[in-house]
C-alpha cells in the first residue's frame, strides 16, 4: 500500500507544482504559502479529480491544504469505493 500512495503522492505533487508555476514542492509544503489562491485551488482541484476519477469537493485543498494531505484523503476515498 505504501507504493500507492508514494505514486498518488508523486501525481499530486506534479499537479500542483504544474498549477503553482513552481520548480519544486515539498509533499508538506502548504499550497497557500506556496502562492495558491481560490482560483489556482479549483484548477488543482480539478486537475487532480480528472487524474483519479475521483469526485472531489471544491474546499478540499481548504482542509487538506499540502500534497501529502490531499494524498491522504485521495487514499482513503479510493479505499472507498475500492
Known sequence: ???VENTILERVSEICVQVLGLAQLSPDDD???MGCDSVRAVVITLEVEKAFSLPIPAEILFDRNTPRALAAWIEAEQALFA
Request: charged fraction near 50%.
Open 31 to 33: 499550497l497557500f504559502d
Open 1 to 3: 500500500m505504501k507504493r
